[in-house]
């Protein structure tokens, strides 16, 4: 077995294997990274609708840009910046038909959320009060556990404009609580 | 809900299974991946990329410089030539910093916008220190023609730049587009520094600086109609494929 595809191999090595055709090693990261992914897509109010296609296409996309990965670098910040533009096309796109074309029909909401408690949908109603920008920080940070720096790099923004972000979504989430907490 | 309970809810959808419909676009992708799984060399560090593009630069201005006439670079005293060159290397630099960061996602903050406007403030701070003349006549017919040869220059630096910056994956081409329009306007600028004998403060900082806010804006549009038509192609692809 390539030490790249050991089961404990960091995103980092996963991802230097895939770059060496180590097929064990993309089959690996793909697992590994594609829940995240998933999550991050479904909790961005402009790509919820397409979740699962923009999952499918961000990979292909990471396929077509695997050689401008610097190996030993953070591999999180490369893959979510790819995921944010993938998402901005769709949303342009959607745009797009939605001036061009009449809906005459009711489509749903969400083609396909994830299992989610009571807890994760009050969560995601308060996410949906906070700006795109703000809310993108706080799933990366919170959700995909990456660093504010990470965030910065995936943004390609100054940390002080993601902690920035991140400082007035938690303002905005906090006094969401305590509204509830009166309200109960 | 408590922050603490919101944090566990947080920590709940970090993890969990993917849904039937994410596990079918997952399976999809893998068996497209796998089925063209190539070794691919990594793309060389940003600061040998931003080392070509100053390269880049740098041979293009000097040797178009040279090839027209270095009667600028004549005309110009020794304290000029100091305070000239090395503010238009340093300048050229952040450009190409700026370039080579827009080769590879989270390449690191957009720095075209900071670069432009380095540009347009010390630039023209330096030129106003060093040169006088403010006198328009013979304003337009001596400045169109350094104009259209900045122009030139710039042109085929903008076709090397494009080259260089498809070699990597641009995520933003409006973004790279202001970036490399910048630098090619720099090359642009160096060259008419090497070649233009008109050491008139108001022709300097108009015809001369002229060239690298036009490849700017120019390098802005064109990303932007290269974004746009990168949706749109891929959107019939999606369309097509459904």
């Known amino acids: ?184 | 809900m408590t922050p603490d309970e919101v944090d566990n809810v947080f920590g709940e959808l970090t993890a969990g299974p993917l849904t039937p419909d994410a596990s079918g676009a997952v399976r999809r992708a893998r068996s497209a991946i796998l089925n063209d799984l190539r070794p691919v060399r990594p793309l060389p560090s940003s600061w040998i990329l931003t080392l070509l593009f100053a390269g880049t630069f740098a041979a293009l201005a000097a040797g178009s410089g040279a090839l027209l006439g270095p009667h600028g670079f004549y005309a110009l005293n020794g304290l000029e030539r100091a305070a000239i060159y090395p503010t238009l290397i340093a300048l050229a630099l952040v450009a190409a910093m700026a370039c080579s960061r827009q080769m590879r996602p989270a390449g690191g903050a957009r720095r075209g916008g900071v670069a432009l406007l380095l540009v347009l403030a010390c630039f023209p701070a330096v030129a106003s220190a060093l040169f006088r003349g403010y006198s328009t006549v013979d304003f337009v017919p001596g400045g169109i023609p350094c104009l259209r040869a900045g122009l030139l220059v710039a042109l085929p630096t903008a076709i090397l730049v494009t080259w260089i910056l498809r070699r990597g994956f641009v995520l933003d081409w409006s973004a790279a587009g202001l970036a490399g329009g910048i630098l090619s306007g720099l090359t642009g600028l160096g060259m008419l520094e090497v070649h233009c004998p008109n050491l008139e403060a108001i022709h300097i900082l108009l015809w001369h600086l002229g060239v690298v806010a036009f490849s700017a804006a120019l390098g802005c549009a064109v990303g932007w109609i290269v974004d746009i038509v990168g949706w749109r192609s891929r959107a019939r692809t999606s369309r097509g494929a459904a």
Do not use: C, N
């Open chain 1, 1 to 184: 077995m390539p030490v790249s595809s050991a089961p404990d191999a960091g995103l980092e090595t996963l991802m230097s294997g895939y770059q060496q055709a180590d097929d064990e090693a993309a089959t690996a990261l793909i697992e590994k990274v594609s829940p995240m992914l998933l999550r991050f897509f479904w909790l961005q109010a402009f790509s919820r609708r397409h979740a699962d296609d923009l999952l499918q296409e961000t990979w292909m996309r990471i396929h077509k840009a695997r050689h401008t990965y610097r190996p030993g670098e953070p591999v999180l910040p490369w893959i979510f910046a790819i995921a944010r533009y993938t998402g901005l096309d769709s949303y342009r796109k959607t745009r797009r038909i939605e001036f061009r074309e009449t809906q005459v029909e009711v489509l749903p909401e969400i083609a396909a959320a994830p299992p989610v408690s009571q807890d994760v949908a009050e969560i995601d109603a308060m996410l949906g009060a906070l700006p795109e920008s703000q809310r993108e920080v706080l799933v990366m940070l919170k959700v995909s556990g990456m660093t504010m720096e990470e965030v910065a790099r995936a943004t390609s923004s100054s940390i002080g404009s993601v902690k920035q972000k991140a400082h007035r979504a938690y303002r905005t989430l906090r006094s969401a609580l305590m509204g509830g907490a009166r309200a109960r």
